[in-house]
């Protein structure tokens, strides 16, 4: 049975930091085919971060702030939030499994999500 299983939100003041990690159980680790995506209530799914053959990607607003990384060896994707800001304040999520091609931000690409993290940034 695949998992992801995501853990590290909390509450931060605007400038502090988080460090988000997302295990994936029972899937072969594509190192090419995991991101980070966050939500807020009544918005969809947004791209924040992740990997393709090309290396890692980032939406804009977090570019030199924000990094991907994974360990293979623990099945483990990372995202390490710095300088976080209220309007990063969302439910974080791990995806992995890639059913289709496409941009890594695009959430049909992914098979299979974590139940999420949430991540809340006060001023």
């Known amino acids: 049975q695949v998992r992801l299983v995501e853990s590290g939100g909390g509450s931060v003041q605007a400038g502090g930091s988080l460090r988000l990690s997302c295990v994936v159980y029972?899937?072969?680790?594509?190192?090419?085919?995991v991101a980070w995506f966050r939500q807020v209530p009544g918005s969809g799914r947004e791209g924040v971060a992740g990997f393709t053959w090309r290396g890692p990607g980032y939406v804009d607003s977090v570019k030199g702030r924000f990094t991907i990384s994974q360990d293979s060896a623990k099945n483990t994707v990372y995202l390490q939030m710095n300088n976080l800001k209220p309007e990063d304040t969302a439910k974080y999520y791990c995806?992995?499994?890639?059913?289709?091609?496409?941009?890594?931000?695009?959430?049909?690409?992914?098979?299979?999500w974590g139940l999420g993290t949430q991540v809340t940034v006060s001023s």
């Open positions: 029972g899937l072969t680790f594509e190192s090419d085919c």
């Open positions: 995806a992995a499994g890639c059913r289709q091609a496409g941009a890594w931000a695009w959430n049909g690409r992914y098979s299979y």
